[in-house]
């Protein structure tokens, strides 16, 4: 069983800062395309950020310039620095593997931003 396991989320201050990660199996790790998924409440779940098996990062629109999703190789972990937080990105937030049609999630961990 591939395990994708997060860490990192709570509570913080519109404008402060959190970081998530994600480690993952070693047999995965870099060869899927990995991504950050978050799903408020009420509401579809959706792409944050991806870090693909090429290389390539790509953000949604709304996190571009606060959020930065990035790797450490030596320890398989998926991070996401989430800089200048809103309340509107309060959500789960979701680590994701996929490669063709094999897709694996992790638990989920909250990040809630509020005054």
């Known amino acids: 069983q591939v395990r994708l396991v997060e860490s990192g989320g709570g509570l913080v201050q519109p404008g402060g800062s959190l970081r998530l990660s994600c480690r993952m199996d070693?047999?995965?790790?870099?060869?899927?395309?990995m991504a950050w998924y978050r799903q408020g409440l009420g509401y579809q779940r959706e792409l944050v950020a991806e870090?693909?098996?090429?290389?390539?990062?790509n953000y949604a629109d709304s996190v571009k310039e606060r959020f930065t999703i990035s790797t450490d190789n030596a320890k398989n972990i998926l991070n996401l620095q989430m800089n200048s937080l809103k309340p509107e990105d309060t959500a789960v937030y979701y680590c994701?593997?996929?490669?063709?049609?094999?897709?694996?999630w992790g638990q989920g961990t909250q990040v809630t931003v509020s005054s």
């Open positions: 070693r047999v995965i790790f870099g060869i899927y395309n």
């Open positions: 870090f693909t098996s090429g290389g390539t990062t």
């Open positions: 994701h593997a996929n490669k063709a049609s094999a897709q694996y």
